[in-house]
Structure formats: structure tokens, C-alpha cells
């Protein structure tokens, strides 16, 4: 299955169908409910706190209301920087989400950042099982290259990954921009926007995986179970082999584990440069699966 | 190459295994173009992973197959020129149907303005008009089979594959299939599989039949059904023992086989000078003479004895295979 195969109206269709059926059968609204859900859960799990603390604090100054908000988000920026041992190497990057953009919408994102890819399996895990599992891809097959259908749908729920992103948060950042009123809309809109880019390029890998298990199988809910013990495991087996030794954090990099943080450095290079890191685990992972799906019975 | 007098199929040494199962062994034929052609065999001979391995869902170990001469491996070049009704395979629950067929119509390239118009057309001819807005979940089996027909005819395929397409279907619409299918011999080359033995015999110009994954005959059904002495009759009414005798003790008469009776299966024995007509003529006298009516004669074999005779099957294997019919 080479590029050449692909058909890009075809695509096109396949893509549009296969967003269409997500929606209407239930398992893309399951993941669309749930990914807002936990969006806006976190959101308000930081939001709420400090709109507490302000309303308790009475008359305080814009200067001491922002005080406020740094003391509230520098922990959770620290934790998930540095497991909240922030040194000389990290200090200038939790300064400059805490100081230099906003801290509260810095701390949302952090939280996003583990959480998502958490998520995503349960929008991405039947991309092809079930329907090699029923043989409903029979009537396609002699339509249409087996390419088109593995990357029309991992294209598919791409989009529907992305729109649920685009969705929470701007919602996040309406609510900022309209009813917490600390930040001015410019910084609140820009940074948001760069949320939005490392949320979006950061789904691509997971959802990619998540193509490759569901061709290697025939049983969605085998391919749901799999998806989120192999991207919760990695994560798990990181964080267990770093209490044992130092290196133990390279397991992250079998996944974006390893790298996804970096999407909020303040260098712009560090940030296209993780960018670029997430799209070729992309690349690398939706052609594992597409060399599976090419070669498979189905 | 001229695919005019080319096969429309050709099958060439395809082997598959499922684990330690051999599923196909070196299996080869050749379909000729514009016919309809059988694919017969017991269960588990290898019909449908056959047909799976021509249509590329399933990869053959071994040998290669041709469909109006492209490689099947290769589908870019058999789209909208071969399409197939597979076996049990499910169709979106939700999804209405007509948006189904119609997504597979865009897919061979046509817009979606005349492919609602044609899928609405092919809808209604396999009977599925009034249900053309609901998912596939509100079908029961038969109409379910009906839509994977209905998908199959789609377009103008050159070659349509259709794995057992009246099983599970009532009398009328059995009936309504078999009509499309001969209607479809004119422009379409047709391989069928089917239990029933009658149908394919009724409908098919060639067969080949699959034992235990290997083909144990092929060839055009007059052929084959003509290459033995055998007289098929049904009779008015069951003869008695003595009746039988009588049939029996003709000088043509080598054996009969009475276990269907009133159908009986006469193997003639045509010695040196005996004429295959004189010696039909001989039983039929008798016959008549002991006021047993035939109500039905076939000269030859008929499918159902060929297929037992290379099959090495029986009544009650056979019974325990359900016919659509």
C-alpha cells in the first residue's frame, strides 16, 4: 500500500461517510460527550477554585488577584514540568507559563495534555475491527483500494479528535475572555490558539496508533482494551521505571509521552521541532497499520 | 489479449491455508465470459474462501487468479467491472440504506444525483423500495440478502460473483433472483455457489465442483450431467417389489435405485448392439404396461448424481445441509 494507491476523492468519501456513520451509530458521540466532558471537567476543576478564592478575597487589586492566580497554577505547571522538582533548567520555561501567558489557561493545558491521549482510544478504536470483524469492509474492497479505506478513516477521526479539541477549548477560552475577565483577550486568544496547535498535533500519534490496532485485529472491543493499555501503559511503565533509575523515562518515547511537553516550551524551534517529533511518530505508526491492513485476510 | 474470448475468470494452482487446515488445494478452472457459472461443493469444500481469494479479501497462498485479465491482487482496475454478494457480511445498522449504496455508487465515480436514482431503482427490484430510509437493523436476514444482491447489481459489472444468493430467501423471491440472473447472462459473466443442486442445474452453463479444497470436475453442466448412462424418472406411483423385478430383470436394465421412489434412478446397461434408445423405449414400455405413469424423465445424469458420485457424499449428509428451497 503505497501513496500511489491513494484516491484522493475516494478519500475524500470515505472520510465524509466514515464521520457521518461516528456520529449517527453512537461511538463517535460516546467519544465527542466524553472528550468534551473531561475537557470542561478540568477546566472548571482549575477555574472554580480561583473564582472561590477571588470572591472570598473581597476588594483585591488586578495585581493581587494575578499573585493569586500564579500561586494556584504554579503547582500543577511545576508537577507537570518537572515532577515538582522545577531546577535551573526549568525554571525560565514554568516562569514563562506562569508569568508570561496565562497561568490559569497554562495549567488547563497541562492537565489536557496527559489526559487526552487517555482519551483518544475511545474515539479511535474501531477505525477497521469491527467492520473486519463483520466483514462489512467486503462490500468496499472491490470499490476501492484498501488505502483509501485505512487512511480515510484514520483521517476521519482525525478531524472528529481535532474538533472536539477546537470545541473544548474555545469554550475554555470564551469563559476565560467573558466571565473570569483577568486576562486581556489578545493574550488569552493567542494562547489558546498554541493550546489548540499542541493539543491538535499531539492527537495525531495517538490517534495513529490507535489506526494501527484496530487493522491488526478483529474485535473492537479488543482493539479498545489494547489502545488504552498499550498508550496508559507506556505512560504507567515510564513513570515505574523512573523510580528505579534515571533512565527509566526513556520508555515515554515509545510513545509522544517522552516529548509532548515540550509543545509548551517558550523556544518556538523546541516547540516545531516536538511538532515535527509527533508527525513522525504519525507517519511511523499509520504505516505499521496500513502495512498490517494491506496484507491481512479481512 | 482479446477479453472477448478470454476467461473471464481465470484460476491458476491457488492454494490457502487456515492454520493446519487446507482450505484450497492447486485449485484451477477457467470461466468463460458471458456464462453463468456454478461453484459447487459440500460444506466446507472451499466455495466461499474461494470466492473471498477472487475478490481479495483473503490472500491466497499460493497460485493467481485473473478477472478479465487484471490480477485480482490489483483491484484499481476491476473497479465497477467485478462485484460480488459476499457471505455474511453485515451492513452499517444505522445508516439508511439508500445513503449506503449510494456512498458505494460515488466510490465507482458517479455522482450522487443518478446514483440515488439508480440505487432507488435497483432498491425496488429486489424489493427493498419501502425501506430505503431505514438502517439496516429495521431488515430481517432475507431482506438483508436481498440488499447485498441489490449492491452486487450496481453499475454495470462485468463479472458479478454471488455467493449462495437465494439462501435464506422465500419461494417468490427466490424465484425473482433466478430471473435477474438470467436476465444478467446477456452482458455479464455470473459465478454462483449454492447448495441447491436443482438451481445451479437450472441456471448454470458450467459448474465446478469442490471437494475438501481441490476440484474434483469441471465443466458445462450438459456435459456432465450426459457423461453416464442414467435414466431419472419419477413415476405416478411407487412400484412394488414385483414391479420392480420386472424393471429390473429388462436385458437393458442394470440396476435401479429405488430408495426415492417415486423417483427412481435407472443405470442402463448398454452391452454390444444394445441402442440407448431401444433400450429407453424398453423401460418405458414396461412402464406403461404395469400402469406406472412417468411424470418426469431425464436422460443422463443428473447434477445432484454427479455431484454425489465425485463428492462421495450421500441422502443423509446431503440432508444435513439446508437447501434455500
Known sequence: MSVGDIDTRQLKLICLHTMRHSLRSGSGLVYFLLAMFFGLFVANAVISPFELMVSQSGGAGPAEVEQGVIQFARPIVEWAIAGGNVGPGTTAWVEFLLNGRPALLSAIFFILLFGTPLLIPFGGFNQTSGDIGNRGLRYLLLRTERANIYYGRLLANIILAVAVQILVIATIALYLGLKVRIYDGMAITTWSLQGLFALSILTLPYVAVCAWISASNDSPMTSLFVASAVIGGVLLAAFLAQLKWDGGHWIGWLLPWGVQKQLFRPELSIVVLTGGACLLYTVVFAWLGARKFRTRDV | ??????????????????????????????????????????????????????????????????????????????????????????????????????????????????????????????GLGDYAKRGARALSHGMMKRLGIAQAFLGTPEVILLDEPTAGLDPANV???????????????????????????????????????????????????????????????????????????????????????????????????????????????????????????????????????????????????????
Open chain 2, 175 to 325: 424465484r425473482q433472483i433466478r430471473n435477474l440472473i438470467l436476465e444478467l447472462r446477456e452482458r455479464t459473466t455470473v459465478v454462483l455457489s449454492s447448495h441447491n443442486l436443482a438451481e445451479i442445474q437450472e441456471l448454470c452453463d458450467h459448474v465446478a465442483i469442490l471437494d475438501k479444497g481441490r476440484v474434483v470436475t469441471c465443466g458445462p453442466v450438459a456435459e456432465l450431467t450426459s457423461s453416464a448412462r442414467e435414466l431419472d424418472l419419477r413415476l405416478s406411483r411407487p412400484l412394488d417389489e414385483d414391479e420392480l423385478a420386472r424393471l429390473t430383470s429388462l436385458v437393458a436394465v442394470a440396476s435401479v435405485d429405488p430408495r426415492n421412489a417415486p423417483d427412481y434412478a435407472l443405470s442402463l446397461d448398454l452391452g454390444e448392439g444394445r441402442d440407448w434408445d431401444d433400450a429407453v423405449a424398453s423401460v418405458l414400455r414396461t412402464l406403461l404396461d404395469l400402469g406406472a405413469v412417468p411424470r418426469r424423465f431425464y436422460e443422463g445424469q443428473s447434477l445432484e448424481q454427479h455431484f454425489l458420485a465425485v463428492t462421495g457424499g450421500n441422502g443423509e449428509e446431503r440432508g444435513a445441509e439446508p437447501t434455500s428451497n
Open chain 2, 1 to 126: 489479449m482479446d477479453e472477448n474470448r478470454a476467461p473471464a475468470v481465470r484460476i491458476r494452482n491457488v492454494s490457502k491455508r487456515f492454520d493446519d487446515i487446507h482450505a484450497l488445494v492447486d485449485v484451477s478452472f477457467d470461466v468463460p465470459p458471458h456464462s453463468i457459472f456454478g461453484l459447487l461443493g459440500p460444506n466446507g469444500a472451499g466455495k466461499t474462501t474461494l470466492f473471498s481469494i477472487v475478490a481479495n479479501f483473503l490472500k491466497a497462498d499460493n497460485g493467481t487468479i485473473e478477472v478479465l485479465g487484471h490480477d485480482t491482487r490489483h483491484t484499481a482496475e476491476l473497479q465497477g467491472r467485478l462485484s460480488i454478494l459476499p457471505q455474511d457480511a453485515a451492513f452499517q445498522r444505522s445508516t439508511p440504506i439508500l445513503e449506503q449504496l449510494v456512498f458505494f455508487r460515488t466510490l465507482d465515480g458517479q455522482d450522487r444525483a443518478s446514483a440515488r436514482e439508480e440505487v432507488r431503482r435497483t432498491l425496488e427490484l429486489v
